[in-house]
């Protein structure tokens, strides 16, 4: 650098013309270097989304990963450039790489987010638009970022989760498979026929657009609870239908339940009374 400024300083009106065609061979391969440089890197960030989305990768990653690769690319053809006319960049990339250091070292927690984020990006535990569990937040996939993953909950809160946080908890992901069981618990008393009762739900399965022909659904005794008996209903559906069906199966088993005397009982207490006559 040091040795540019000076040769700057020889320059003066009589020479000019002179100083000017020595220097335009290396001027030529500055701008030479600048604009193909600047228009590979862009092609190579051009060329690594494509091949994100051949990998299936998350959308959310490939405005990020284009950026940090042109940025990176271009700053190596800008050092390349600049040593063309004689400027030395070693002191620059030395301080630069000790700031880095530094840098790393204050910010380890974000580094640490912005890790976690890579990872759920190319292991794909989840993408956006799937309806997930992450300890005891539920919710739909609305983006995913290199920080943090937002969710949108059934009644519309926005929820913002650390990455970090998604990689150290347990997941369930609802929607990761193309079906989905629904398991589905009614109550009934002891006084119905348990016969009729699975009859009556078995048909309301049967009439149910919602749900899948196969696997085969299953209707049977649960459970013998204190105020009646539990009858367990597992049907599976199109994950994508979980909740519709969820709905439309509780109105429609309360509606048959009605239409055919089956009763569902209220919690009740047997109370038994022991009168001791006095002596």
Same mark, same amino acid.
């Given at each position: 650098?040091?040795?540019?400024?000076?040769?700057?300083?020889?320059?003066?009106?009589?020479?000019?013309?002179?100083?000017?065609?020595?220097?335009?061979?290396?001027?030529?391969?500055?701008?030479?270097?600048?604009?193909?440089?600047?228009?590979?890197?862009?092609?190579?960030?051009?060329?690594?989304?494509?091949?994100?989305?051949?990998?299936?990768?998350?959308?959310?990653?490939?405005?990020?990963?284009?950026?940090?690769?042109?940025?990176?690319?271009?700053?190596?053809?800008?050092?390349?450039?600049?040593?063309?006319?004689?400027?030395?960049?070693?002191?620059?990339?030395?301080?630069?790489?000790?700031?880095?250091?530094?840098?790393?070292?204050?910010?380890?927690?974000?580094?640490?987010?912005?890790?976690?984020?890579?990872?759920?990006?190319?292991?794909?535990?989840?993408?956006?638009?799937?309806?997930?569990?992450?300890?005891?937040?539920?919710?739909?996939?609305?983006?995913?970022?290199?920080?943090?993953?937002?969710?949108?909950?059934?009644?519309?809160?926005?929820?913002?989760?650390?990455?970090?946080?998604?990689?150290?908890?347990?997941?369930?992901?609802?929607?990761?498979?193309?079906?989905?069981?629904?398991?589905?618990? $009614?109550?009934?008393?002891?006084?119905?026929?348990? #016969? @009729? +009762? !699975? %009859?009556?739900?078995? &048909?309301?399965?049967?009439?149910? /657009?919602?749900?899948?022909?196969?696997?085969?659904?299953?209707?049977?005794?649960?459970?013998?609870?204190?105020?009646?008996?539990?009858?367990?209903?597992?049907?599976?559906?199109?994950?994508?239908? $979980?909740?519709?069906?969820?709905?439309?199966?509780? #109105? @429609? +088993? !309360? %509606?048959?339940?009605? &239409?055919?005397?089956?009763?569902? /009982?209220?919690?009740?207490?047997?109370?038994?009374?022991?009168?001791?006559?006095?002596?």
């Amino acid at each position: 650098m040091d040795a540019l400024i000076n040769n700057i300083k020889q320059w003066t009106f009589e020479n000019f013309p002179e100083k000017l065609a020595a220097a335009m061979p290396k001027l030529i391969s500055f701008i030479l270097v600048m604009v193909i440089g600047f228009w590979l890197a862009k092609l190579a960030g051009d060329i690594i989304v494509k091949i994100l989305e051949s990998k299936n990768v998350d959308k959310s990653m490939y405005r990020f990963v284009k950026r940090s690769t042109v940025i990176f690319l271009r700053i190596i053809v800008s050092v390349i450039a600049l040593e063309q006319i004689g400027v030395h960049v070693n002191a620059f990339i030395t301080a630069l790489g000790a700031a880095g250091i530094t840098a790393g070292l204050g910010l380890q927690n974000s580094i640490s987010q912005l890790a976690s984020g890579v990872q759920i990006l190319f292991n794909k535990p989840f993408k956006s638009g799937d309806f997930v569990e992450i300890g005891n937040v539920k919710g739909k996939v609305r983006e995913i970022r290199f920080m943090y993953t937002t969710l949108v909950t059934n009644d519309n809160k926005l929820i913002v989760v650390p990455n970090q946080t998604i990689t150290t908890s347990t997941l369930v992901n609802y929607t990761a498979r193309d079906k989905i069981r629904l398991d589905l618990t $009614y109550t009934v008393s002891y006084d119905d026929d348990i #016969e @009729k +009762v !699975k %009859k009556v739900l078995a &048909k309301v399965v049967e009439n149910e /657009p919602l749900l899948l022909k196969e696997p085969e659904y299953t209707v049977g005794v649960y459970n013998h609870g204190s105020s009646g008996v539990d009858i367990a209903c597992f049907v599976w559906c199109k994950s994508e239908d $979980y909740w519709p069906a969820f709905f439309s199966m509780q #109105e @429609k +088993v !309360k %509606k048959a339940f009605d &239409k055919n005397g089956i009763h569902i /009982p209220y919690d009740q207490l047997d109370v038994h009374m022991i009168n001791k006559e006095s002596d």
